[in-house]
């Protein structure tokens, strides 16, 4: 067993950068322990931008009915965290807007690393909430039957643990307001 990829069940396994200079933090393991305990599940929609989709009008040069390209959806587990977006209301405070302006909630996904993905979550993906109460992880009809939010990904980025390891991923979203 590679020393790069220690066990969840043994993260006493040395994986410093440094021989010798440990850091005593297994960050895999960690984030597994966090959204295993205050995680849940969500779906990625990756879209390949080589292959239009069934909806896309040559003609138009436009997508009618559905998105402009093909994608596949994905089932992981992640933490949300909401973004406050208000920079002239004092902190804290809840203020009305002005009339004709609308307040699009940011917020931050933490998505385990799973190495089954084809692909990398990448800019432009979307994330679907879904509402799910069961102890085993859905499958991706049953997850897309329970939809409850869209986020559109303004930018994704892997983070690297020990050795350059791949850890989680860091996704900050905005609320797909027009539900493309």
């Not at 021989?19 to 295993?36: A, K, N, S, V």
């Not at 009305?96 to 432009?124: M, R």
Request: glycine share 6%.
């Amino acid at each position: 067993m590679s020393n790069l990829y220690p066990k969840i069940g043994n993260p006493n396994v040395s994986t410093a950068l440094y021989p010798g200079i440990h850091t005593g933090i297994d960050l895999r393991y960690e984030m597994d322990l966090l959204l295993r305990e205050f995680g849940y599940h969500i779906v990625i929609r990756h879209f390949d931008k080589t292959k239009r989709s069934k909806y896309w009008n040559q003609t138009t040069r436009e997508a009618v009915g559905g998105p402009a390209w093909e994608y596949t959806d994905h089932v992981v587990r992640a933490r949300k965290v909401l973004r406050q977006t208000e920079v002239d209301s004092p902190a804290g405070l809840e203020m009305p807007h002005p009339a004709g302006l609308l307040s699009i909630p940011q917020v931050t996904f933490y998505v385990k690393w799973d190495s089954t993905l084809p692909y990398d979550i990448c800019n432009e993906d979307l994330i679907l909430e879904i509402s799910w109460n069961s102890s085993r992880a859905p499958n991706v009809s049953e997850a897309i039957s329970n939809v409850t939010n869209r986020y559109n990904i303004l930018e994704a980025a892997d983070l690297l643990g020990d050795s350059g390891r791949r850890e989680y991923y860091i996704c900050l979203t905005r609320v797909d307001i027009g539900g493309k």
